[in-house]
């Protein structure tokens, strides 16, 4: 054995983790999957689609982070809305440094000036991304490098486009060599602590929440209900069949008819996107069964947010 070598993982090796912070749509969750190599965490065009706090692990050769992804920051309308944001302020608790997205083709805010103060109370390391660099002009990039160092004292500034794969490898050696010298903190292998049952629902609600517009997109959760693997038939060479089923919920009767869709097309549709991405994830064909049910105001309703695993 390699005298660098202590069980299995070099002497100089380094894990931590990173809190990555930003407003709503600022690029964080697609800046988690393409740190970790592939999809962990739903993606949409609307803001405020992330409502769990996700934890993906970048696994490098001589180290490991572990990226706690987070609800973006924002000004509360509704019960829900506070408990996201209790949530990306706990996140900030046992952490080793906090990760600021800043997307490039947005103007700093007072947003992005709040989010910071919180960060800067919980004095921890701070690094910033520019995300999203392919939408601008390199002059543009320059301009915006320079708006952010004077924020702030920033550890490091890296611009990046997660969606291009432009410097992502350079962030995660950068946020790596910043870590502390440690065993690996989770398996070598592993991408994610999320249980399947949670990553089935956000793959449900990412392909509910597609095409659809204003208030609806903060109206849909999804709770996957059981999931029952059938009996396998004598000499089958593949796992046998497993049916999944789930409730999608909306607040109003109208939404219900937005999801379903005419002739049950629209629901139809969310079932084969969604089903797609879980049998990426868990490797085996599904079958998945799902229906759509009215929780009356649900993100206003303490028992309801309960009951919805908020």
Sequence with gaps: MNEAMIHDWPEDYRAGFISIVGRPNAGKSTLTNALVGTKIVITANQPETTRRVVRGIVQRPHGQLILVDTPGLHRPRTLLG???????RDSLDGVDAALMCFPADEKIGP??????????????????????????????????LIDISQLHEFVEIIPVSAVAGEQVDLLSDVLLS????????YPQDAVTDESDEAMIAEFIREAALADVREELPHSIAVVVEEMIEREAKPGAKKPPLLDVHAHIFVERPSQKGIIIGRGGQRLRTVGQEARANIERLLGRRIYLDLHVKVAKDWQRDPKALGRLGF
């Excluded at 506070?82 to 990306?88: A, K």
């Excluded at 910043?178 to 903190?185: D, K, N, Q, Y």
């Design 178 to 185: 910043h870590m502390p010298m440690s065993a690996p903190l």
């Design 82 to 88: 506070e408990r996201l944001n209790d949530l990306v």
């Design 111 to 144: 947003g992005d000036r709040y989010l910071l103060r919180e960060l800067t109370k919980a004095k921890l390391p701070i690094f910033a991304v520019v995300t999203k660099i392919d939408k601008i002009s390199r002059e543009d990039l320059a301009n915006k």
